[in-house]
């Protein structure tokens, strides 16, 4: 019976399984079958994905990320967070701030440290991807793809397309708690139109510097928080005029806030908690 150490971790309820790499070793092969069956709530450990904690050849650590129906994202904000945390607690480095490499580049992570324990991490995510090609979309290329008209089954809707190395496509309602995750969601999801599937996001609008959001995530469904999802919904906030550039603005999620300012600079910051739920042996 084959068997591997993880950690389940949590980034406002989103939470992965996260398995060491530096220490254990599953088949490559194997990795998107054990993505399902580890975030199996019946048959598994329960959780959004998998996170697989690697060797890098370009930063301390590498994270690979797989959501709960198997399929690998490229990035995951939420989980760049506990990577960064578990890191710094397993001494993988020995400064508070360092890169760590993901499947769409290099992101840059600052840890805060109270009696050796990491209470929140802050993730500079880069530069948010604006190309029609970018993220992906199909059609005419575009700079941006801001409030454009869109069909989904016989109904007209004004989506924001973004990148954060993964795709987010986000729409804004009036009342959040009307917010159509679980029937819009899924359609948006898999439309063909996203030739890579997309994550898809509500928001609703508070103030210029206050967001409240809901998510269907691309391979995992309702999840309580999608930090680059959170991301996408500032950037593409602030292309539609509705918050302000280069001012750090709270998003409402169901698991609750992250700080994100997307900044003058071009680089988006996230802050939030990170926090390590338990640990344990996973038998295969
Ligand atoms: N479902 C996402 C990956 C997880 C992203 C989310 N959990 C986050 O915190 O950013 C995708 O396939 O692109």
Request: glycine content about 10%; aromatic content about 8%.
């Amino acid at each position: 019976m084959r068997s591997f150490s993880f950690t389940k971790m949590h980034g406002l309820g989103n939470s992965y399984i996260y398995v060491n790499l530096f220490e254990e070793n599953i088949p490559e092969k194997m990795l998107s079958e054990l993505a399902v069956r580890v975030s199996n709530v019946n048959t598994g450990i329960g959780a959004d994905g998998m996170i697989l904690i690697c060797p890098s050849e370009v930063a301390p650590v590498k994270m690979r990320i797989f959501n709960s129906d198997g399929s690998e994202g490229k990035n995951c904000g939420n989980g760049l967070r506990c990577v960064a945390k578990y890191a710094y607690e397993h001494q993988l480095v020995k400064e508070t701030s360092f890169f760590i490499e993901t499947l769409s580049g290099l992101v840059k992570a600052e840890v805060f440290v109270e009696n050796d324990v990491v209470t929140k991490v802050t993730i500079d995510m880069g530069r948010p991807r604006l190309k029609r090609s970018e993220i992906p979309m199909v059609g005419e290329e575009a700079e941006q793809v801001v409030a454009e008209p869109i069909q989904f089954r016989e109904e007209w809707y004004e989506m924001t397309g973004v990148s954060m190395g993964n795709p987010h496509a986000v729409f804004y309602v009036d009342d959040i708690e009307q917010a159509p995750v679980t029937t819009l969601g899924p359609i948006v999801e898999k439309d063909t139109r996203f030739p890579e599937g997309i994550n898809v996001e509500f928001v609703e609008v508070v103030n210029d510097h206050e967001l409240h959001f809901r998510v269907w995530e691309r391979g995992s469904g309702v999840t309580q928080a999608c930090g680059t999802g959170a991301c996408a919904a500032v950037v593409a906030s602030v292309l539609n005029g509705k918050t302000a550039r280069n001012k750090e603005t709270v998003v409402h999620l169901a698991g609750g806030d992250l700080y994100i300012t997307w900044t003058d600079e071009g680089n988006v910051l996230m802050t939030g908690p990170a926090e390590t739920i338990c640990t344990g042996v996973y038998y295969y």
